[in-house]
């Protein structure tokens, strides 16, 4: 059996497109599509299950990580180019506006007009035009926004962050862009624990992007690390050695946050930042992997199912919780199936529910998603020499 290449001595430019990478944001939305489908509030007997289904929210941490690595590494090869923010901005547009703009206009437009929106989703302007604006994450957790769209600050908060780091990228070496990412994770972890002792509302930690921040950095700094020729060997060669940090972090970060309970205190101060760091460490494992072509655990990630998972993930996000909203409780409402009256009904209305969500994301992507990213290529910048 032939070994894996060794490790080059220069740095490495990752794909935009890995399948480990895809693996991994596959799990991501396997984890948040239940978790915001979720009906169960408890059942004797069932803890564990509604105590997985409830930290499903750890899924948008990996996501942000997911994020850091895959725009720092889109904006450090393209630093030096001339048409630099034209093309990430343009580029980033084609990608997340379309759908996102399209759901807001039929929630907050079509349906109005036709009458078919329930009397619960009324909201006023400001909140409205918080998710117009993309500001959501900062004005949700102190005026209630409707339910379909609740989910919308993620969207929010990195939107943000695709907005204020090209700017910080440009032109810099990816080994000040590494250090920059380990001393931004520190001040968003400090910030937090700060703002915990102040009293601030935990929705307000949870969304804020100075307060998320370090999933975002953490991702960031992994993907300079590829592109530091020192940094970018010793990651070759020590990925069984981050493999092993990463499952330390995840599951130390467990142990003193009771398991990522996300009223736990600990969970809204060190909790984020376990997860960050073991996501980001595990994120760079996988990429060795790949770059490497090594086998063993990266090739359950590469999975043709889960990388069609991946393909959808971000159509899946965005229509989940309204269709979970405005189709699935009213249709177990009219069956006369409540939630919490049998976890059978509700394990099976999740699984029917994450099922239906991948179908309308992928009529999503290629009915409307694939006109727009197919304009991308045009936008392309070319890569930096050397890379």
């Given at each position: 059996?032939?070994?894996?290449?060794?490790?080059?001595?220069?740095?490495?430019?990752?794909?935009?497109?890995?399948?480990?990478?895809?693996?991994?944001?596959?799990?991501?939305?396997?984890?948040?599509?239940?978790?915001?489908?979720?009906?169960?509030?408890?059942?004797?007997?069932?803890?564990?299950?509604?105590?997985?289904?409830?930290?499903?929210?750890?899924?948008?941490?990996?996501?942000?990580?997911?994020?850091?690595?895959?725009?720092?590494?889109?904006?450090?090869?393209?630093?030096?180019?001339?048409?630099?923010?034209?093309?990430?901005?343009?580029?980033?547009?084609?990608?997340?506006?379309?759908?996102?703009?399209?759901?807001?206009?039929?929630?907050?437009?079509?349906?109005?007009?036709?009458?078919?929106?329930?009397?619960?989703?009324?909201?006023?302007?400001?909140?409205?035009?918080?998710?117009?604006?993309?500001?959501?994450?900062?004005?949700?957790?102190?005026?209630?926004?409707?339910?379909?769209?609740?989910?919308?600050?993620?969207?929010?908060?990195?939107?943000?962050?695709?907005?204020?780091?090209?700017?910080?990228?440009?032109?810099?070496?990816?080994?000040?862009?590494?250090?920059?990412?380990?001393?931004?994770?520190?001040?968003?972890?400090?910030?937090?624990?700060?703002?915990?002792?102040?009293?601030?509302?935990?929705?307000?930690?949870?969304?804020?992007?100075?307060?998320?921040?370090?999933?975002?950095?953490?991702?960031?700094?992994?993907?300079?690390?590829?592109?530091?020729?020192?940094?970018?060997?010793?990651?070759?060669?020590?990925?069984?050695?981050?493999?092993?940090?990463?499952?330390?972090?995840?599951?130390?970060?467990?142990?003193?946050?009771?398991?990522?309970?996300?009223?736990?205190?600990?969970?809204?101060?060190?909790?984020?930042?376990?997860?960050?760091?073991?996501?980001?460490?595990?994120?760079?494992?996988?990429?060795?992997?790949?770059?490497?072509?090594?086998?063993?655990?990266?090739?359950?990630?590469?999975?043709?199912?889960?990388?069609?998972?991946?393909?959808?993930?971000?159509?899946?996000?965005?229509?989940?919780?309204?269709?979970?909203?405005?189709?699935?409780?009213?249709?177990?409402?009219?069956?006369?199936?409540?939630?919490?009256?049998?976890?059978?009904?509700?394990l099976a209305y999740i699984i029917v529910g994450t099922a239906l969500s991948f179908l309308a994301a992928a009529a999503s992507f290629?009915?409307?998603?694939?006109?727009?990213?197919?304009?991308?290529?045009?936008?392309?910048?070319?890569?930096?020499?050397?890379?």
């Amino acid at each position: 059996m032939s070994s894996p290449s060794p490790a080059p001595a220069h740095p490495v430019s990752p794909p935009a497109r890995l399948p480990t990478l895809d693996g991994l944001r596959a799990i991501a939305i396997l984890l948040v599509v239940p978790h915001n489908l979720d009906l169960i509030a408890t059942f004797d007997g069932a803890q564990l299950v509604v105590a997985a289904l409830h930290r499903g929210w750890i899924g948008v941490q990996l996501f942000f990580v997911l994020s850091g690595f895959l725009i720092t590494g889109i904006l450090l090869d393209a630093r030096d180019a001339p048409d630099y923010y034209r093309s990430f901005f343009v580029r980033r547009a084609l990608r997340i506006f379309p759908l996102y703009y399209a759901t807001l206009l039929v929630l907050f437009v079509l349906l109005p007009a036709l009458g078919l929106v329930p009397a619960s989703f009324k909201c006023d302007a400001m909140v409205e035009l918080s998710y117009w604006t993309y500001f959501s994450n900062w004005y949700g957790p102190f005026h209630q926004g409707p339910d379909p769209v609740s989910h919308f600050w993620s969207l929010a908060l990195e939107e943000q962050f695709y907005l204020l780091w090209p700017f910080v990228i440009h032109r810099r070496s990816a080994g000040w862009v590494m250090r920059l990412c380990l001393a931004i994770a520190a001040a968003s972890l400090l910030l937090r624990v700060v703002m915990l002792l102040a009293g601030t509302p935990a929705q307000a930690i949870y969304q804020f992007l100075v307060t998320r921040m370090d999933a975002l950095a953490l991702g960031g700094a992994a993907a300079a690390a590829f592109r530091v020729p020192s940094a970018a060997s010793w990651t070759l060669d020590h990925r069984r050695f981050l493999l092993g940090a990463s499952l330390l972090s995840l599951v130390g970060g467990a142990v003193l946050s009771r398991g990522y309970n996300f009223t736990h205190p600990v969970t809204l101060s060190l909790g984020f930042t376990f997860l960050a760091v073991g996501f980001a460490l595990l994120v760079a494992a996988g990429v060795a992997a790949d770059l490497l072509g090594a086998a063993g655990w990266p090739a359950a990630l590469r999975w043709s199912f889960l990388r069609r998972v991946a393909k959808y993930s971000y159509a899946m996000y965005v229509l989940s919780v309204p269709l979970h909203f405005l189709v699935g409780k009213p249709v177990l409402s009219a069956l006369g199936l409540a939630a919490g009256n049998s976890i059978l009904v509700d394990l099976a209305y999740i699984i029917v529910g994450t099922a239906l969500s991948f179908l309308a994301a992928a009529a999503s992507f290629h009915l409307l998603e694939v006109h727009f990213l197919n304009l991308k290529d045009r936008f392309a910048p070319p890569l930096r020499a050397g890379v």
